[in-house]
């Protein structure tokens, strides 16, 4: 007979030295999302304010009135801005684009990279690709209307030494959708490369030395070892770009055209256009504009994970 007097012990778990070093290494990050991630989110409600500076940040908060009364106003005010489909349009398109091209062309520059017999010239390109990446637009803007300059730009330039007319490129918008896209990814593909290849040297090499003893060229190497075991990776970083396709790079989109009215068409988005709104002090359509953002990020993340998750389970973020 089994005695059942005496049920089994449970121990509680001591606290340990790994515990105490492991949360002081926690706490800068802790507090850092603390101050900055957290407690910052009680600005939401001035999306509900008609708010109006009235002393300290706080006090103004309280003594704002409700937009329209049900607070509601911000929001209808929003959708009901002329240009706002027109708007959401350019970030839509644009992070699209983005995203596609920003996975395409790393996971292939990664691939190329790895093929390189010479160490140091793989290092070369990682650094030459990855350096634009820690550019300010600022900088970057600097450079870009030395090219594009009406009468002292490179552009013209070349365009006048073999005949042709100078273009005024900030005057021209069928040009400059092609032009944020090139920049975008002129100062993204660089982290992206490195990512994907961190991702590749990962892998464990006697998968490629068992492939080539079976014959395998370097394309069935690729096609049916390295994106395979790259997957993950490549969805995950899916996720987190489709997590941000109602945000747009505001120093690309309003720095680089130097918010050239000509251009709003093509490079007027969400964010330069919370930024019009914070300038002219209109805070409440502002902040509105911005909890949109969070919201249909957040709701974009989920539903993009929910869908590798039901395609293929081991591949998803959560």
Known sequence: MINRSHP??????????????????????????????????FGIIIAFKDFRISGNFITSVFKSSWAGGNGLKNFESLFSFGDIWTIIRNTLAYNIVFIILGIVIPVVLALIINQLHSRIAAKIYQTAMFMPYFLSWVVVSAVVFGFLSYDKGLAN????????????WYMSPQYWPYFIIFMNLWKSVGYGMVVYLASITGIDGTYYEAAVIDGATKW???????????????????????????????GLFYQVPKASNSLFDVTYTIDVYVYSMMKSG?????????????????????????????????????
């Not at 709701?299 to 591949?315: F, G």
């Open 8 to 41: 089994e012990k449970k121990y509680r778990q001591r606290w340990t030295k790994d515990d105490t070093e492991l949360t002081l290494l926690a706490a800068p990050t802790t507090i850092w999302y603390v101050l900055f991630c957290f407690l910052p989110m």
């Open 282 to 318: 209109t805070t409440g359509m502002a902040s509105a504009t911005a909890l949109i953002q969070s919201v249909v990020g957040c709701v974009t993340i989920l539903l993009a994970n929910a869908l590798v998750r039901k395609i293929d389970s081991e591949s998803a973020m959560i």
């Open 157 to 168: 330039k070349i365009i006048e030494s073999i005949g042709g007319q100078p273009v005024q």
């Open 220 to 250: 069935q190497q690729v096609r049916y070892i390295t994106l395979p075991l790259m997957k993950t990776v490549i969805v995950i970083m899916f996720i987190l770009s489709v997590g941000r396709i109602f945000y747009s790079d505001f």
